[in-house]
């Protein structure tokens, strides 16, 4: 019988697999940037619903920066450097397990908080696509394998270090070896978290996530955007209760003159010609 990990299952989920979502997710963003840069956003509803939105978003987006901060030190940093400033291992598996509970606690909640919203309000609920979807249920997968993973390894049963981080690094230098993550060291929960984050990666383009890669490196120099309230009088009247300054709600482009020979939109009836 052919050990798994030299087996084509495995050559499949951990050598073509990252390289087919990796390929699919960079040419993703180019052709979504060519072809549709004005659809370069969230689709927030904000404008739908604010109060769960506002707790929500930022609890899981606080959590989801944490929890990738984390997996980029874990990957990138090996053992030996850690070693080498003084973080033995026992050390440096206690922060981050802390670290890791306390990222997927605020995922958690914001997602369950953000699917809540999306799904019981109807005003919501009616903006969600079919990709919508699908990155729901693959950030679920993502989220929930993820959260088990570090639970189950409180006890420090998988040495990740020595086996996922190097298997991730390997990919970068074009030399996987799947059985880094087939090994009996590994347990089953950490490859369905791969496996379910290659998909992510690979779907991402084609979602709301793009607005991850927007950086507004032109918003400080852009032109200022002129918003006009519906009741001038109510949006002094809130004015005045926040600054004392007296906003000027008259048009930007005041009516000057008509210029020679013109009717002002008149006929020449009306004007008793």
Known sequence: MIPFATSVPATAAY????????AIGITGLIWRRRTDSFGWTARSTELLESRILRFA?????????????GHVLGILIPESWTEAVGISDDVYHLLA????????????????ALM??????????????????VIFGLLAVGIATGMAATIFN?????????????????IFIF????????????ATIFQVHVIAVWFLYAAWPFSRLIHA??????????????????NPRAAAARAKRYGSGSP?????IPAGPQPTGSTGGRSRAAQGE
């Open 15 to 22: 050598v073509v697999l990252p390289y087919v979502a990796l």
């Open 57 to 69: 978003s930022v609890i899981f987006h606080v959590g989801v920066l944490m929890a990738i901060g």
């Open 97 to 112: 397990v802390a670290g890791g509970i306390s990222a997927g606690i605020a995922v958690i909640v914001g997602f369950l």
């Open 213 to 230: 890669f927007t950086v507004p490196v032109t918003y400080p120099i852009r032109s200022p955007i002129v918003y006009r309230p519906r």
């Open 248 to 252: 000027d709600y008259s048009p930007s």
């Open 154 to 170: 409180i006890p420090d049963s998988v040495n990740y270090r020595e086996s996922v981080a190097p298997y991730f690094r390997q």
């Open 116 to 133: 809540y919203r999306r799904f019981t309000n109807p005003r919501v609920r009616v903006t969600t696509t079919d990709m919508d979807l």
């Open 175 to 186: 030399q996987p070896d799947p059985s880094l993550m087939t090994g009996q060291g590994v």
